[in-house]
């Protein structure tokens, strides 16, 4: 089940992130040809460049943990047993979950009483409730990749950051 799930989400965040991403990028090029080749400016296309790499921060974070690459201190991993490091990796999961159960919570709710409210963007005149959507979906997909982390690290413990190091060390050797 993990498995298929984990597809999914690869799929969806990676149709997102190269979405997002190309809209900021071929806006910010129209921008740029329409401002200094015509004199003139698009007034919306600040905003969905700045909506764009907000999403794309959001879908990233949950890439991030996917792929291991978020902000970590790895200095207990050298010094402890595989099981003590397996331990390590699990709490620093729950931990992330705690996080992102706060930020699915509060951003849902965000995204609803805005809703509520009507609030527009400035210059798209679209619903501001709709920009703060990825928030709430960020902390849900946070949630199962570090449900993914754990499930991980309890079927197949971590190494040591140690033997690690030794094994790439005896491949260059």
Known sequence: MFEALNKVIDLLES???????????????????????FNGSLFWAEEVVIYSIICMSFVGASMGVRHGVHISVDVLNAFVSPAINRWLHIIA????????????YYGFDLYFNTLGRGQLTAALRLPMAWFYLPIGISGILLILRYLWVIHEAWTKPPASLAEELAAEKDKLV
């Open 93 to 104: 999961a729950v931990l992330g979950i705690t996080f992102a159960g706060f930020l699915a």
């Open 15 to 37: 149709v997102a992130m190269v979405a997002f991403m190309s809209i900021a990028t071929i806006i910010t090029t129209i921008q740029v040809v329409y401002r200094y080749g």
